[in-house]
């Protein structure tokens, strides 16, 4: 897991300990060699994870559309910064690079940023690990409905298992360093996506 894709909010939301995951983070991935992946930006969440980051001497690299530069105030001191055209553009990159996603909190952009690489995961298009970052149990009610989801016959518990949460961020990462793919799914090639 050498490159990490966080998706997280541009807002830092409204529990400082939101931030401070952000920052704890950013900081650990950079002591640890591994490279941030992120949505680009420099404000909430994105920014204060990219900034610590990079304050500890990290790689980061940012991928933000055209429309968002402004918006989310695109970063300036990344190690890259990738500009493109579109939000598929966007999550498709950070897909490519990332060898490993976490999902801290976030809004509607993290949640379609998490279940679409979750999808892709179920469908086969990627085998890698996926973790949530359960900050001041942020997750636990998307847990449950997960849970709740499987015992409704929606979702397979072989790929309900694909989705690995803690709120340690060093112990996910841990969980995550083991996580093998479900058995019967086959991975088609990047492009077939």
Not at 46 to 59: N, P, S
Not at 71 to 77: D, N, T
Not at 177 to 193: D, L
Request: proline residues 5%.
């Amino acid at each position: 897991m050498h490159a990490v894709a966080v998706f997280c909010g541009s807002s830092a939301g409204s529990d400082p300990r939101f931030a401070d995951a952000a920052r704890l983070v950013g900081t650990h991935l950079a002591h640890t060699n591994r490279t941030l992946i992120y949505g680009g930006g420099s404000v909430g969440l994105m920014g204060l994870c990219a900034d610590a980051a990079l304050a500890a001497g990290g790689k980061v690299v940012g991928v933000i559309p055209r429309a968002m530069v402004e918006a989310e105030r695109g970063h300036k001191g990344l190690t890259e910064l990738h500009i493109v055209d579109t939000m598929h553009q966007r999550k498709a990159l950070m897909a490519d690079r990332a060898t490993a996603f976490v999902a801290l909190p976030g809004g509607f952009g993290t949640f379609d940023e998490l279940f679409e690489i979750v999808t892709w995961a179920q469908l086969g298009y990627h085998p890698k690990p996926i973790g949530l970052l359960n900050v001041a149990g942020f997750y636990a009610p998307l847990v449950d409905f997960l849970d709740r989801v499987v015992h409704a016959g929606f979702i397979q518990p072989r790929f309900r298992a694909m989705v690995n949460i803690h709120e340690d961020f060093e112990h996910l990462l841990s969980i995550m360093s083991r996580y093998q793919p479900p058995t019967g799914a086959g991975f088609a090639r990047p492009s077939e996506r």
